[in-house]
């Protein structure tokens, strides 16, 4: 199963990927204050329950946790799209709703909604960002630019949030609250395409000459488009395609 890591639980420090990351950060934060600081800086596992991601380490940008008093619901994890952390409240309502029913509270005149504020407890759904992409950007590379632009060719796609950690730079798109279409270029290289949609694992492509025409189709876009437009050298494989793309 996969997991996230957070660094004394705080968001705004975002998540790492592997436990390696998460324990090299929470010492540099202990390095950085020094003897002001009053414990040693903790780690927190947070496991994908729903196996949205677990599969080829292929972990997104940006994930959804649903907390309850500012902390994550256990039997929640975290959720990749909008559509299923909201599904994942939904359920927290409906078994709230039936613990009220039986409970001692109803009995003695207590409404509904008190008992979920103050009994049952409120929830929210935050999403969070990996760590390193909430500091300075890099810049895609030249590959990463022309996958970019033969998604959105002679389309109306909007620009995706980018983020670039060293040679990896990965494009998201949202196009609906279900689904979640990410391209990560590796260098020169057109790496993979990841779908993700809610309570399911996502789909992968990992042949070049498919990441660009799935990514289009994920997104609504259902007319191929010529690879060769945007040819470079460090796709030469691009020159040998048939005409009839």
């Given at each position: 199963?996969?997991?996230?890591?957070?660094?004394?639980?705080?968001?705004?420090?975002?998540?790492?990927?592997?436990?390696?990351?998460?324990?090299?950060?929470?010492?540099?934060?202990?390095?950085?204050?020094?003897?002001?600081?009053?414990?040693?800086?903790?780690?927190?596992?947070?496991?994908?329950?729903?196996?949205?991601?677990?599969?080829?380490?292929?972990?997104?940008?940006?994930?959804?946790?649903?907390?309850?008093?500012?902390?994550?619901?256990?039997?929640?994890?975290?959720?990749?799209?909008?559509?299923?952390?909201?599904?994942?409240?939904?359920?927290?309502?409906?078994?709230?709703?039936?613990?009220?029913?039986?409970?001692?509270?109803?009995?003695?005149?207590?409404?509904?909604?008190?008992?979920?504020?103050?009994?049952?407890g409120t929830c929210e759904m935050v999403r969070v960002r990996r760590h390193?992409?909430?500091?300075?950007?890099?810049?895609?590379?030249?590959?990463?630019?022309?996958?970019?632009?033969?998604?959105?060719?002679?389309?109306?796609?909007?620009?995706?949030?980018?983020?670039?950690?060293?040679?990896?730079?990965?494009?998201?798109?949202?196009?609906?609250?279900?689904?979640?279409?990410?391209?990560?270029?590796?260098?020169?290289?057109?790496?993979?395409?990841?779908?993700?949609?809610?309570?399911?694992?996502?789909?992968?492509?990992t042949q070049s000459e498919e990441i660009i025409h799935s990514a289009r189709w994920a997104m609504g876009v259902?007319?191929?488009?010529?690879?060769?437009?945007?040819?470079?050298?460090?796709?030469?494989?691009?020159?040998?395609?048939?005409?009839?793309?």
């Amino acid at each position: 199963m996969s997991s996230i890591w957070f660094v004394d639980f705080n968001l705004d420090e975002g998540f790492h990927v592997t436990k390696e990351d998460a324990l090299r950060r929470a010492a540099e934060l202990e390095s950085l204050a020094g003897e002001v600081r009053s414990r040693p800086a903790s780690i927190v596992e947070v496991e994908d329950v729903k196996y949205e991601i677990h599969r080829d380490g292929s972990v997104p940008d940006s994930v959804w946790l649903v907390l309850e008093d500012g902390s994550i619901v256990d039997d929640c994890g975290y959720s990749v799209t909008r559509a299923s952390a909201r599904g994942d409240l939904e359920d927290r309502d409906t078994a709230g709703f039936e613990a009220w029913e039986c409970s001692d509270e109803r009995e003695q005149g207590m409404r509904l909604a008190d008992y979920l504020q103050n009994v049952w407890g409120t929830c929210e759904m935050v999403r969070v960002r990996r760590h390193d992409t909430t500091g300075e950007q890099g810049q895609p590379s030249v590959a990463a630019v022309r996958a970019k632009d033969l998604i959105r060719h002679d389309t109306d796609l909007p620009e995706p949030m980018t983020s670039v950690r060293g040679d990896l730079t990965t494009y998201t798109w949202a196009p609906s609250d279900d689904t979640v279409v990410e391209v990560r270029v590796n260098g020169g290289a057109w790496d993979s395409l990841v779908v993700h949609k809610p309570n399911a694992r996502p789909m992968v492509w990992t042949q070049s000459e498919e990441i660009i025409h799935s990514a289009r189709w994920a997104m609504g876009v259902q007319e191929r488009v010529d690879l060769r437009l945007y040819a470079g050298p460090e796709s030469d494989f691009l020159l040998n395609l048939d005409q009839d793309l």
